[in-house]
């Protein structure tokens, strides 16, 4: 009977800051596809970053950028802006433990709902139901892609602390 070896993958996380941006440029560059309008500038990042309660957590998997978050707080309430994660690590966890820890985040620091944006037939919205996000509203034609075309854009929640 042959032994087969598996290989165990670790998910790290550690906080980002604008020291970061080449990561994140990176990361979005090869996750969101230009059709769809969804990747943001390096400046918009860097000025996002520099707001009160925002807050960026990236993923390594063994040492090597995986994906990440950015989340912003006000008052009792977060809004996930972004989630990115490399083609090459998608469904292998990489985008479980970003939200596991951006629901963490949330719950230490007793905001009451997380909120979030996604483009109609991005397949995350899968990973966002097993996390318990609800479909709560519509955005017509919000993501405009590089050759004009619209698509639009569904609101999802989760309770974190009611």
Same mark, same amino acid.
């Given at each position: !009977?042959?032994?087969?070896?598996?290989?165990?993958?670790?998910?790290?996380?550690?906080?980002?800051?604008?020291?970061?941006? %080449?990561?994140?440029?990176?990361?979005?560059?090869?996750?969101?596809?230009?059709?769809?309008?969804?990747?943001?500038?390096?400046?918009?990042?860097?000025?996002?970053?520099?707001?009160? &309660?925002?807050?960026?957590?990236?993923?390594?998997?063994?040492?090597?950028?995986? &994906?990440?978050? !950015?989340?912003?707080?006000?008052?009792?309430?977060?809004?996930?802006?972004?989630?990115?994660? %490399?083609?090459?690590?998608?469904?292998?966890?990489?985008?479980?433990? @970003?939200?596991?820890?951006?629901?963490?985040?949330?719950?230490?620091?007793?905001?009451?709902?997380?909120? @979030?944006?996604?483009?109609?037939?991005?397949?995350?919205?899968? !990973?966002?139901?097993?996390?318990?996000?609800?479909?709560?509203?519509?955005?017509?034609?919000?993501?405009?892609?590089?050759?004009?075309?619209?698509?639009?854009?569904?609101?999802?929640?989760?309770?974190?602390?009611?």
């Amino acid at each position: !009977m042959a032994t087969r070896q598996v290989a165990t993958r670790v998910v790290t996380l550690r906080t980002g800051d604008a020291r970061d941006l %080449a990561i994140v440029d990176a990361l979005m560059t090869e996750a969101f596809d230009p059709r769809y309008g969804e990747a943001w500038t390096r400046s918009q990042c860097l000025g996002v970053l520099a707001l009160t &309660g925002v807050h960026l957590t990236l993923a390594f998997v063994d040492d090597f950028p995986a &994906g990440f978050t !950015m989340t912003r707080s006000v008052a009792d309430e977060a809004e996930l802006l972004l989630i990115a994660v %490399a083609p090459d690590q998608r469904r292998r966890g990489v985008g479980t433990a @970003l939200i596991r820890a951006a629901i963490a985040d949330c719950s230490a620091g007793n905001i009451a709902k997380l909120h @979030l944006e996604v483009r109609a037939g991005n397949d995350a919205v899968k !990973m966002y139901g097993a996390h318990g996000f609800t479909k709560v509203g519509e955005r017509r034609a919000y993501y405009r892609g590089k050759t004009g075309v619209a698509y639009d854009a569904h609101t999802y929640s989760r309770v974190i602390n009611a």
